[in-house]
């Protein structure tokens, strides 16, 4: 990297600089590798079928590369190079949570660096679930919340606009819950590209000191700031470039999904879901897997503490994970409700409970019989258990 920058030849714009070694190499996908980024997903797409580029800005890739497709771009606001987008191109103007199409409607659907700018990615995968077609395909980036690039980024820029912080864990619970199947996956270092743009962002800590360094050097802070990076590798060891992003892609399936597990066997290993209404009196339970009884024991306060008090306040019968997602606090639990008579409650929350159904017209394993086998139209709401407050209500139907 020294010896390429060292002989490279300096190219300069309004935005940024561009630094490009006198042999550069063009990456290729090797045999390997299973497709991951959305050009390799748009280039393997038939005529006529429908892309979403969602959150699209200025573009997520180059529209005129692809003129056989018809892409939707949606956005809140309309960006300024509206006016270059090609005629296979409709722009809309709409929120992610609520989109302007009819059900399995794409082929693919994009989020490049979206779903940590919007407040209720939950629902906003919930809704791609409802517009992508059976098989279709969902690709998202997102930055890892806990590299440094992100804690840079979010102290620089004062937030940034960067609502979540998503670990490779949260994020594949939510998009599973929302009925997604990983096909692809990678956590990638990052190029700094948001770097190039500072002295641009009107939220800027210490902007004059990014004026005064390029007025100084002669060089644009994205060029200084990638041989800051590149001399810390080298004295101190510390790679601040690996492992800021992640990249998946997903397919829509309504067969895979999460389950919960409370106990783990200390015989065999396997785990075991166990209610907590089935622990009393009881000192010990049954491997389903080896046969061999093991004694009860706590997993973690949370288990320990929290789960008892919820289902003595509000008398639980059976524990079932949340279709959508937390809620004002790190305690969080859905209640289930007909006929403003509550049935029973779904917690939600630090304690990673999963949806075992797909898509609000069914319901499927864990929830109590007497729910599952009455049809009719559920209301379900957020409740805040240490304040009270309650969200939105959302309708459930449960058919026969």
């Known amino acids: 990297m020294g010896n390429e920058m060292g002989t490279s030849q300096i190219q ?13 190499v063009v990456p290729k996908r090797r045999s390997v590798d299973e497709v991951l980024f959305f050009h390799e997903v748009l280039e393997t797409l038939s005529p006529d079928s429908k892309v979403l580029d969602g959150g699209c800005g200025s573009g997520s890739f180059s529209y005129h590369k692809f003129p056989h497709l018809k892409i939707k771009a949606v956005d809140i606001a309309v960006p300024d190079t509206l006016d270059n987008f090609p005629n296979n191109v409709e722009f809309l103007i ?13 082929d693919f ?8 700018h919007v407040l209720s990615p939950e629902v906003v995968l919930s809704e791609a679930y409802r517009v992508l077609k059976d098989g279709g395909l969902l690709y998202a980036s997102i930055p890892m919340g806990d590299s440094f690039q992100d804690r840079f980024y979010r102290f620089l820029l004062k937030g940034g606009g960067h609502i979540q912080r998503f670990t490779c864990e949260s994020f594949m619970a939510m998009a599973y819950s929302a009925g997604f199947m990983l096909l692809s996956f990678c ?17 800027v800590r210490g902007k004059w000191l990014v004026f ?83 004694i009860f024991v706590p997993v973690g306060n949370k288990q ?41 409650v779904i917690i939600w929350g630090e304690m990673q409970l ?47």
Request: proline share 4%.
């Open 12 to 24: 300069r714009s309004s935005h940024c600089i561009n630094v490009i070694p006198k042999e550069a």
């Open 94 to 106: 709409s929120s992610l949570s609520n989109l302007p199409f009819e059900n399995n409607f794409f």
């Open 109 to 116: 659907i994009i989020f490049n660096w979206v779903l940590e």
């Open 187 to 203: 956590e990638w270092p990052t190029g700094y590209a948001w770097v190039k743009n500072l002295k641009f962002h009107k939220n």
């Open 212 to 294: 005064f360094l390029e007025k100084l050097t002669g060089k644009e802070f994205n060029y200084l700031w990638i041989r800051v990076v590149y001399s810390i590798a080298k004295i101190f060891g510390k790679d601040l470039m690996a492992k800021g992003n992640m990249i998946f892609l997903f397919s829509k399936t309504d067969k895979v999904r999460f389950r919960y597990i409370t106990h783990g066997c200390q015989n065999c290993g396997s785990g075991a879901f166990i209610c907590s209404d089935f622990y009393k009196g009881k000192s010990g339970w049954e491997c389903p897997s080896c046969g061999k009884i093991n």
């Open 304 to 344: 320990k503490g929290f789960l008892p008090l919820v289902i003595q306040k509000v008398g639980l019968t059976a524990i079932k994970a949340g279709k959508d997602f937390k809620f004002n606090g790190q305690f969080a639990l859905w209640a289930i409700t007909k006929n403003a008579t509550e049935t029973t």
């Open 354 to 400: 999963y949806t075992t159904f797909g898509s609000p017209a069914h319901l499927t394993a864990l929830v109590p019989n007497e729910l599952y086998t009455k049809p009719g139209q559920y209301q379900i709401y957020l409740l805040d258990t240490k304040t009270g407050a309650k969200s939105n209500t959302v309708v459930i139907t449960v058919e026969e």
